[in-house]
């Protein structure tokens, strides 16, 4: 490679640097993700028998509903389906049961917002009330939601919404609110819940994220196609969330959406520093992003700190982005121990893209001076809640990628800490990159690229300023 850059610090480098040997081999804590059990009791609720119509028209919410509390009532089970088509607002799911959606059966949302009563719960970093899922696993353990069936969002009439207010806000000043005041229906949410398995089933056309693990802990997600791109493109339609939860397993899992494809998140601002809980111990593997942001994306709500995420054997087609990290500078928190290794992508915008202080224009609350005064609702004056400066910064370090191999990139590296918070520790090895791009480093400290066979088409060198410790090897 032209231009090679090698900082002779070498004595130095061999005190400071530890080459990080987890990349080769899975960490040991990977061992323990995942559910560690499923609902065993075989007794069969089939939903038809409590009232519910597969016709496509009949709203079976309640007779859904009374077939799941019976099923729990008798100490759990199966619920399952005939093949049709089943009319839906929000199911709540309870303790050893398995909720099957078997071939030829599709679970729709209604089109009504008012079928999914307000819960209060966490949504984009800030606790707050919030429309139920379309199924929700609220306070549970050993749950399961599992089949090759298909749970359809039906969530056009909530990107037209959307977009129609955006619209209105944007005028206003009010993109930083809009996302919260338009309220939008997640396909499945699991909160404060353990021992979780989703499997099997294909998600459509989610009005808003489409899985959410919130607060929880030892949850599997596998086997899962997600499909927001049919019938538009849907804001907000991110794949697979982790909110601050841990010992979380996805794998096996085929994502095509309009936002992030598996994004780690652990709150935002004032609201996610006071909560406080990280999100740790994911591993993703095996796993496919199509249209998306990012195959991983860690960020943007980083306040609770996110840590020791392990991604491997995966690919990305279109994804904006291989890995993404990032946040703003009222966030804070730290990500650390992320790795990605063994990954291959076409056509996708950045291998590696991490910034500090993305889309401002979201990220920072500011009223605009003809509300000052005036009465706002309370999630208002919790995005508006100051965070004091040396708690805003966030931090990133300890971020390991190797063995990619791609090609019809954009841009190979992006990468901007700040000076009042340098990017630590970032080493980039065994790479085989078709780039058009070189890109940028700024602000780092023991930024490594090892054996990286790159082809960069429009002939630059990456660009690299107020860097420690800076090497190409």
């Not at 990017?423 to 690229?449: C, H, L, P, Q, W």
Request: charged residues 20%.
């Amino acid at each position: 490679m032209k231009n090679r850059r090698l900082i002779v610090f070498v004595l130095l480098l061999s005190l400071i640097f530890v080459p990080i040997g987890a990349v080769e081999s899975l960490p040991e804590w990977v061992k323990t993700v995942g559910a560690q059990i499923q609902p065993q009791n075989k007794l069969c609720f089939q939903a038809n028998t409590f009232g519910a119509v597969g016709d496509g028209t009949t709203l079976n919410t309640q007779a859904i509903q009374t077939a799941i509390d019976d099923c729990a009532g008798k100490g759990g089970g199966r619920i399952t389906f005939e093949q049709g088509v089943y009319l839906t607002g929000a199911l709540y799911l309870k303790d050893n049961v398995e909720f099957h959606l078997g071939k030829d059966v599709i679970l729709k949302a209604v089109d009504r917002i008012e079928d999914f009563p307000d819960i209060p719960t966490r949504v984009a970093g800030i606790e707050m009330s919030w429309p139920s899922a379309i199924i929700n696993v609220i306070g549970r353990q050993n749950v399961s939601i599992t089949g090759e069936g298909v749970i359809d969002g039906n969530g056009r009439y909530l990107w037209e919404n959307y977009w129609k207010m955006r619209n209105d806000y944007d005028k206003c000043g009010l993109r930083w609110i809009v996302d919260y005041d338009c309220k939008r229906v997640r396909s499945l949410l699991v909160s404060e819940s353990s021992q979780v398995t989703v499997s099997g089933l294909t998600f459509l056309r989610a009005g808003f994220w489409t899985i959410q693990l919130l607060y929880s802990s030892y949850c599997t997600v596998n086997g899962v196609t997600i499909r927001n791109n049919t019938d538009g493109h849907g804001p907000s339609t991110d794949g697979i969330d982790v909110d601050s939860s841990n010992h979380i397993l996805i794998e096996n899992c085929d994502i095509d959406c309009n936002d992030d494809n598996i994004c780690l998140k652990a709150g935002r601002d004032a609201d996610g520093l006071r909560v406080d809980r990280p999100t740790e111990y994911v591993l993703i593997r095996n796993c496919t992003a199509r249209k998306g942001a990012g195959l991983i994306t860690c960020g943007s709500e980083t306040s609770g700190d996110i840590r020791y995420i392990y991604c491997t054997e995966s690919q990305a087609f279109g994804t904006s982005a291989a890995l993404r990290i990032k946040s703003a500078t009222t966030r804070g928190g730290t990500v650390e121990h992320i790795y990605l290794n063994k990954v291959q992508t076409d056509s996708v915008k950045y291998i590696f893209n991490c910034d500090m202080n993305w889309n401002p224009s979201y990220s920072y609350s500011t009223l605009p001076t003809e509300y000052a005064g005036k009465s706002l609702p309370g999630h208002w004056n919790v995005m508006l809640q100051k965070v004091e400066p040396e708690q805003g910064i966030p931090h990133f370090g300890n971020i390991y990628l190797s063995d990619i191999r791609s090609k019809n990139t954009g841009t190979f590296i992006h990468c901007e800490g700040m000076e009042q918070s340098i990017i630590r520790n970032v080493e980039m090895k065994d790479m085989d990159i078709e780039t058009e791009e070189a890109g940028v480093i700024r602000y780092t400290d023991n930024f490594s690229i090892r054996n990286v066979k790159i082809r960069v088409s429009n002939g630059s060198s990456i660009k690299e300023q107020h860097n420690t410790l800076f090497r190409i090897e």
